[in-house]
């Protein structure tokens, strides 16, 4: 079984309350294949809502409580990051996931890379908080990149 950004998929649960619909994930849904899931919805975030980046690392930094995840106003949302990566790690357990497809970039999901925390649009070579959780526990991670339309 996969699991799969729920953005990817066609849901509008992005902070700006679109989606990122990728056909070929969608298919594997209509399969019955694949479950969706969204961590920073899991953990409390609304749609829409403000951006957030990683502030001080990547996100094992956040993991191991050097680094937070703040909005683009600076408020800190790192417990909502953190409890939707503990539940997104539940749900992979609970399914047995053979993948995880989780979104490029974003704080919570980017399995390569992420944005700066500087909130200018650059990105460096990290992982979110979600993806970070669930390397450490052995989850194959990969990004809607690493997947041909």
Known sequence: ????????????????????????????????????ACPELMGGCSV??????IIGGGGQDVLNGTARVLT????????????????????????????VILKENSPSCGSSYIYNGEFT??????NGVTAALLKQHGFRVAAETDVRE
């Open 1 to 36: 079984m996969l699991i799969i950004s729920a953005c990817l998929v066609g849901e509008k649960v992005r902070y700006d309350g679109c989606h990122c619909l990728h056909q070929s994930l969608k298919r594997l849904m209509e399969e019955e294949k694949a479950v969706a």
């Open 48 to 53: 829409p809502r403000e951006p957030a980046e």
């Open 72 to 99: 683009k106003s600076g408020e800190d949302v790192t417990d909502m990051y953190l409890m939707g990566a503990r539940l997104m790690l539940q749900k992979a357990q609970e399914v047995k996931a053979d993948l």
């Open 121 to 126: 649009g650059k990105k460096v070579a990290g």
